[in-house]
């Protein structure tokens, strides 16, 4: 085949249709580029099918069947024992089933996006075989995504547990459940299920759950899971995976479904990387520069796969920044300290750019940090959830270089915020925006107003001597 054959040259080549892969054949699509996006399993990726998705939709059920629960305390009869897995999991495969159609090889096709499915193998630097097809590019895109990483603990490959991929094909409740690791999807998960009615235990190896988080954003959930029957062992070590338990300190934890979320690895094998010229880092992750560039100059790579994105939407930014440079020549930076995530246990923890703690070690004692209690946040009293806080991180120019939310709908409230850190804006910018009342947002208004206040009292001096100014015109 010629470098161009005409029948099976493309502008752009995108590897993978998840988040990012998506994106960038969408953007090269709307370009009128031509471009073909290879897909070796289903469009949607990780997000739509074991992800985003379902685990929202299992988080919903399980907050409808908290609410029932302690309905008791309002004068109706609150029902008890345990929900039905079945049903739950029948919402969740109805909201898969309602977006799957967004995603799907007709809305491409709408775009001028060709889509081939199966797997793709990388045969030169700007060759590949998608199926039988041999391909020429332009440019291409590596967006395979990742995969659940269990860590090395003796017997537990051998047990073969669940993880966030395969928990999805659980057909009843367990009576216990094992969690082994208080990271985000840990939490969110072991949460659920046990609102759904199974004895969960939620094992975490560092000190504190979320380690990622604020200290304090780490307690609340903690308190929260403890408050919902949910036990949280930290600092725990686990030794090994054995008739049926995890054992460590202590007794061992017997289970009837072992869940381990424990990390994850890009998904790199088949793809004929080294014919390419593409290399990985030291972690396993396509390396790339800072336009997600690898190290062949005609192929970008987007998404988990980088390593740079764990989460859907930045998966998607990066996705339309790399098509927009390698068929444009238009760089789209990313802000990665702009960027912004959600826990979305209940209360949510929701956080953009740096904690206190990364503040002071970059800035030291220059960096500030703002931080109202909701029990200030009239939405929050009515609601009777005011054990959520709003922290603000504060670089040395005075400007919001952080913040963190921890309340219910938090994701919601962080997106503002996100476009303080994004532009700089110091709270006194930040406060002029009215916020509307009573909403869960009124706690970053009135954290930024902490600041203004704090700034009038310092120069009351100069405010008093303008007001007596005023005063002797008006006679």
């Known amino acids: 085949m010629s470098a161009y054959d005409a029948r099976d040259a493309y502008d752009l080549v995108v590897i993978g249709g998840g988040s990012a ?50 309905s008791g305390r309002y004068g109706l009869d609150a029902p008890t024992g345990r929900a039905d897995l079945a049903a739950a999991m029948s919402h969740v495969k109805e909201a898969i089933a309602a977006i799957e159609p967004h995603d799907s090889a007709d809305e491409l096709r709408r775009l001028g996006v060709e889509v081939a499915y199966g797997p793709a193998l990388l045969t030169g630097p700007r060759t590949l075989t998608a199926g039988e ?39 009843e409740l367990p009576e216990r459940l094992v969690v082994l ?41 903690r308190e929260r899971l403890a408050a919902e029957a949910v036990t949280v062992l930290t600092g725990y070590r686990a030794e ?29 094998a088949g793809l004929g990387l080294e014919a390419a010229g593409v290399e990985l880092d030291e972690r396993g992750n396509v390396r790339v520069d800072d336009r997600l560039r690898t190290t062949n100059p005609h192929i970008y790579a987007a998404g988990d796969v980088t390593g740079r994105s764990a989460f859907t939407h930045l998966g998607g930014t990066q996705g339309a920044a790399v098509a927009t440079d390698a068929l ?29 703690a990364e503040a002071q070690a970059r ?47 938090a994701g919601e409230t962080i997106a ?29 208004w009135h954290a930024a107003l902490l600041d203004v206040y704090d700034r009038l009292a310092r120069n009351k001096g100069v405010i008093g001597g303008l007001m007596a100014l005023r005063r002797r015109v008006r006679r």
Request: aromatic content about 6%; proline content about 7%; hydrophobic content about 40%.
């Open 21 to 70: 892969g998506l994106t960038a054949a969408r953007t090269a699509g709307r370009f009128g580029a031509r471009v073909l996006l290879v897909e070796r399993d289903r469009l949607g990726g990780d997000c739509l099918w074991t992800g985003c998705v379902p685990s929202k939709a299992l988080l919903h059920v399980a907050a409808e069947v908290q609410a029932a629960r302690a």
């Open 133 to 171: 097809r041999e391909i020429s590019f332009g440019y291409a895109v590596i967006a395979t995504g990742s995969a659940p990483a269990l860590v090395p603990i003796p017997g537990l490959a051998e047990e073969g547990p669940l993880t966030s991929d395969t928990v999805w094909q659980l057909a």
């Open 181 to 221: 690791g208080g990271g985000a999807i840990g939490c969110e998960l072991g949460q659920a299920f046990a609102r759904l009615g199974s004895q969960v235990t939620v094992v975490e190896a560092l000190d504190r759950l979320l380690p990622r988080e604020e200290p304090r954003a780490s307690q609340v959930v």
């Open 240 to 268: 090994r995976v054995a008739d049926g338990a995890l054992h460590g300190p202590g007794d061992p934890l017997p289970y009837d479904a072992l869940l381990a979320v424990t990390g994850r690895h890009a998904n790199t």
């Open 328 to 356: 444009l020549g238009v760089r789209r930076r990313i802000d990665y300290d702009a960027v912004p995530w959600v826990t979305f246990t209940d209360p949510e923890v929701a956080r953009v750019g740096l904690t206190a």
């Open 363 to 409: 800035h030291g004692g220059r960096a500030r940090v703002l931080t109202l209690d909701h029990d200030r946040v009239d939405r929050a009293v009515a609601d009777g959830r005011t054990e959520g806080f709003t922290t603000l991180v504060l670089d040395p120019r005075g400007r919001i270089a952080g913040a963190t939310v921890v309340a219910p709908r």
């Open 416 to 444: 503002h915020l996100a476009t303080a850190v994004r532009l700089g804006w110091a709270p006194s910018q930040y406060a002029k925006t009215v916020h509307p009342y009573p909403t869960y947002a009124d706690g970053p």
